[in-house]
């Protein structure tokens, strides 16, 4: 297969990249460019060389998912340096977005045209990586090391206008017609000549710069690798030569490529865009029309929901059995919308488009037309059932019934209805305008219009939308129980809150189990703990949770709960009060106080994850386990350049994992640390976690 195709415009030759969906730098595309920017140079009746690609997008980078693997020659580096070493000017003509590898490509060539929508950035610190193919010393050539820096760092794509500013862009194509543009731009570019950045003089900078962008990283960068590496090298491109520069950022390159982080982040890239894929679900699929919504509760949740339709363009209506309640509901609404507009993450425009879409409501025939209902009212059966009876009787035929529950039965709720297919559980998590996760909980009768349908809409609102079986906490909450078990059972031996706290969040968590407890409430886990019939005897279970739940203690909304907050802060301090009621159920429940190693802690709250995804795999309650890896990267704060912990834990080897689990189970006993029959029989046949489920 050719990847680029020759076109001779006169004796301008025009090379069109086309490697769908986006362009990527893989192997056959290095090979055909290199051979054609080679041929075209030495051909003595080309005037002028235009790199343009086909397709919704320039070249959005090196080819993902070639990463890990040998990678075989040219190799990207190599072709670059040609590209700039041509005699013949070259033009990179740029539409869509031009990332990493492609803005590398891009810089090579000596002018750079782009259409005023398109995009150029270098995130590979994303992928746990830094720009491989010069882009570390050739864009600090450019727009001076300070620039480059914050460019590779944060990893932002910068718009087209921007980009011309900074002089990345040398030139916006004003009509629609980039190629016309790019070759009507070739004389100017033919008699300035081949324009080498490499040969460019290095703008100047404060020396700070370097000590200051360490200071910041080390703040917001915690366990990574590459965000250092890219300082490492632009501060070499400031003291050395270009051709020394380019080999210590080869050096550092490769040592990023073979970290684990990095293993990390590109297992989450690749896994973010897998979720999407769910068998029997196709393209083909047919979707049902959301063009309306009603949002059934107007607490936190319930508002965050609706704010999320309307900014997704839908007309939503909050409908609540309380005036206050709506009131609340309405001023929540009005206060996210405020806040997007403060943030520049809104236009003006854009509020009040979405607030002349919303309206609320307290009564259900003021509903009965929306093409899809959120239910998220109290984390009850009995509510969400006489909730559900009601839709039945109000709301039209073919719309979609869903429900917001984070643990129950999406089958038991369904089956107070005459339309089962209609039901789907979406499992927004708060706040529901950030957190970039939905689970989609299909019941045994949901409809395969309104699985699709639903990607659909998970999509349409920016998030990654996973679909999960119906099972109790189905498979986010689910694991949780484990690693918050696990955090209560380490409170009880010994380990202080803060102390726990502080050992996930080095790990890499967003935030300590304690801490998240206090930030959720622990009302809310405490009312789900009370609803379960099936939860374990050990008097140990969940204690410490329960008696703070009991003494009214619910966490950052009552000002204290494991820890104490003052009024209008979110800042934990820890509670005397609490570390002695701690010893003193431990010492009522017989159990001996210890110093707790951070490993251990580690080690059991994590690998509580881990078995319990293991058991969801098992049970098919996951379609594969980098679904559940992307579960826990965006809706509970799990490190992605851990990359999830299925991920972890392949990255571990399963045999060290089960071998740790029986451990575990030799201390504990069976009931918390029975090793689930899968993990055995993959960690003895040597496979993986990803080996399981359908790619
Ligand atoms: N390689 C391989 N596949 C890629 C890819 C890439 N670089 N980028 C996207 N895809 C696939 C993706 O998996 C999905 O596949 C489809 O394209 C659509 O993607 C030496 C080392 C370009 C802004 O980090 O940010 O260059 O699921 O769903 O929302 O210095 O994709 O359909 O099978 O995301 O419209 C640097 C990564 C690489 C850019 C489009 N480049 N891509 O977003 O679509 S490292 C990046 C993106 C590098 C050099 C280094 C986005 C996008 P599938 P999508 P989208």
């Given at each position: 297969m050719s990847f680029i195709t020759l076109e001779m415009h006169g004796d301008i030759a025009v090379l069109s990249v086309d490697n769908p969906p986006v362009n990527a730098l893989s192997h056959g595309v290095r090979e055909g460019l290199l051979r054609h920017v080679i041929a075209a140079d030495e051909d003595q009746d080309v005037s002028a060389i235009v790199i343009i690609c086909a397709g919704r997008t320039f070249i959005a980078g090196a080819d993902i998912k070639e990463f890990g693997k040998p990678i075989e020659e040219p190799y990207l580096p190599d072709v670059v340096t040609r590209i700039e070493a041509c005699d013949t000017p070259v033009i990179a003509a740029i539409h869509g977005t031009a990332l990493g590898g492609g803005l590398e490509v891009a810089l090579a060539c000596h002018y750079r045209i782009g259409t005023s929508s398109s995009f150029v950035g270098l995130p590979e610190v994303h992928l746990g990586l830094l720009p491989g193919a010069s882009g570390t010393q050739r864009l600090p050539r450019l727009v001076g090391p300070a620039m480059a820096l914050d460019v590779m760092l944060i990893g932002r794509p910068i718009p087209a206008s921007d980009a011309h500013r900074m002089g990345v862009l040398d030139k916006l194509s004003a009509n629609d017609d980039l190629l016309a543009d790019a070759l009507s731009f070739v004389p100017e570019c033919i008699a300035m000549g081949p324009r080498r950045i490499r040969d460019f003089p290095m703008p100047d900078y404060p020396d700070e710069i370097f000590d200051a962008a360490r200071k910041k990283i080390s703040k917001n960068a915690r366990g990574q690798l590459a965000p250092w590496k890219i300082i490492d090298c632009v501060e070499v491109a400031t003291k050395t030569s270009f051709d020394d520069g380019l080999k210590k950022e080869r050096e550092y390159f490769l040592e990023c490529m073979a970290s684990p982080q990095s293993a990390g982040l590109r297992h989450a890239f690749l896994a973010n865009r897998q979720v999407s894929k769910v068998p029997g679900i196709t393209k083909d699929t047919p979707q049902r029309k959301l063009s309306s919504a009603a949002v059934i509760g107007a607490g936190t949740m319930g508002a965050g929901i609706a704010y999320n339709c309307l900014a997704a363009g839908m007309d939503v209506t909050l409908l609540d059995n309380n005036d206050d309640g709506l009131a609340r509901g309405r001023k929540t609404v009005e206060g996210l919308f405020a806040g997007g507009v403060e943030r520049g993450k809104i236009s003006v425009a854009d509020r009040d488009a979405g607030l002349q879409r919303f309206s609320t409501s307290q009564d259900y025939s003021d509903i009965a037309d929306v093409d899809i209902v959120i239910e998220a009212v109290f984390e009850s059966m009995e509510i969400k059932k006489a909730v559900f009876s009601e839709l039945d009787k109000t709301i039209k035929q073919g719309a979609i019934l869903a429900t917001n529950t984070s643990t129950l039965s999406i089958d038991e709720i369904a089956?107070?209805?005459?339309?089962?297919?209609d039901v789907i559980g979406l499992h927004f998590f708060s706040p529901a305008h950030i957190m970039r996760l939905l689970e989609i909980v299909r019941g045994k009768a949901t409809a395969d219009d309104v699985i699709a349908s639903s990607l659909a809409f998970a999509k349409r609102l920016k998030k990654f939308g996973v679909v999960v079986g119906n099972?109790?906490?189905?498979v986010g909450n689910r694991m949780l129980y484990n690693y918050g078990r696990e955090n209560q059972f380490l409170l009880l031996e010994g380990a202080a809150p803060e102390f726990i706290d502080k050992t996930m969040f080095d790990w890499g968590m967003a935030m300590g189990p304690n801490a998240v407890g206090d930030l959720a409430g622990l009302d809310v886990g405490y009312k789900v703990r009370q609803e379960r019939d099936d939860l374990p005897t050990d008097p140990g279970f969940y204690r410490i949770a329960d008696m703070l739940a009991e003494m009214g203690r619910f966490g950052q909304k009552t000002g204290k709960g494991m820890y104490l907050y003052e009024k209008g802060s979110r800042t934990p301090t820890p509670d005397p009060e609490v570390a002695a009621m701690i010893s003193g159920e431990a010492a009522r429940l017989g159990i001996e106080q210890r110093d707790i190693d951070p490993d251990e802690i580690i080690e059991r709250c994590i690998y509580g994850l881990i078995v319990e995804g293991a058991r969801i795999l098992e049970e098919g309650i996951a379609i594969r386990s980098s679904d559940i890896d992307v579960v826990w990267m965006n809706g509970y704060g799990f490190p992605a350049f851990r990359g999830g912990p299925m991920h972890y834990a392949d990255s571990i080897g399963l045999g060290k994992v089960y071998a740790a689990v029986c451990e575990l189970q030799e201390r504990f006993g069976a009931t918390f640390w029975e090793p689930p029959k899968l993990l055995k029989e993959l960690a003895e046949s040597g496979r993986k976690f990803s080996d399981v489920g359908t790619y």
């Open positions: 089956a107070v209805t005459s339309r089962s297919q099972c109790n906490g189905f």
